[in-house]
T-cell receptor
Framework: DADVTQTPRNRITKTGKRIMLECSQTKGHDRMYWYRQDPGLGLRLIYYSFDVKDINKGEISDGYSVSRQAQAKFSLSLESAIPNQTALYFC??????????FGPGTRLTVL | AQSVTQLDSQVPVFEEAPVELRCNYSSSVSVYLFWYVQYPNQGLQLLLKYLSGSTLVKGINGFEAEFNKSQTSFHLRKPSVHISDTAEYFCAVAIRNKLTFGGGTRVLVKP
């Protein structure tokens, strides 16, 4: 079984819709991250959380919100999706200063 | 603020030839350095990392990288590539528990 799972894996939605992307991990890591990947730009950090009560904005948090429901769950929401939020979204986990481990990604298309 | 530059967006290479992927970073403080690989339709997988110690780091699948502090570089090399090395490669810098990624280098291995 995968250590970091993301649901859904693919999603097509329309402008203005609310979307939630979910991430779960079985690694027991305290730190979780959300990134988006765009061609030529690499991965950019949206939000990160060091524990259930700690939420921090990344470099591109506008238009996004997150919820850390439990140590193992970290969801990303787009309150009103827009076409330039079309991207590949990755969740990652980490314990302390160890390596980040990435989920398989969610491909989101906003029409 | 730190930044990461991957100097080549695409690198075509013939099977069994050597490959070098260049990465330069800028930071005013000490950093940890990483190379990740993304195979088609998959998430990111750690190839290798530099935290401290020897500046030559060996990773999985025959890859290695050398940290050069004076040139602020962390170039990735493999002496002989396989078709299966076709993927996108990302250099990343970690400072204060956050990763900053380069834009990625697509490696296309030709038979």
């Amino acid at each position: 079984d995968a250590d970091v799972t993301q649901t859904p894996r693919n999603r097509i939605t329309k402008t203005g819709k609310r979307i939630m992307l979910e991430c779960s991990q079985t690694k027991g890591h305290d730190r979780m991250y959300w990134y988006r990947q765009d061609p030529g730009l690499g991965l950019r950090l949206i939000y990160y959380s060091f524990d259930v009560k700690d939420i921090n904005k990344g470099e591109i948090s506008d238009g996004y919100s997150v919820s850390r429901q439990a140590q193992a769950k970290f969801s990303l929401s787009l309150e009103s999706a827009i076409p330039n939020q079309t991207a590949l979204y990755f969740c990652a986990t980490r314990r302390g200063t160890d390596t980040q481990y990435f989920g398989p990604g969610t491909r989101l298309t906003v029409l | 603020a730190q930044s990461v530059t991957q100097l080549d967006s695409q690198v075509p290479v013939f099977e069994e030839a050597p490959v070098e992927l260049r990465c330069n970073y800028s930071s005013s403080v000490s950093v940890y350095l990483f190379w990740y690989v993304q195979y088609p339709n998959q998430g990111l997988q750690l190839l290798l990392k530099y935290l401290s110690g020897s500046t030559l780091v060996k990773g999985i699948n025959g890859f290695e990288a050398e940290f050069n502090k004076s040139q602020t570089s962390f170039h990735l090399r493999k002496p002989s590539v396989h078709i299966s090395d076709t993927a996108e490669y990302f250099c990343a810098v970690a400072i204060r528990n956050k990763l900053t990624f380069g834009g990625g280098t697509r490696v296309l291995v030709k038979p």
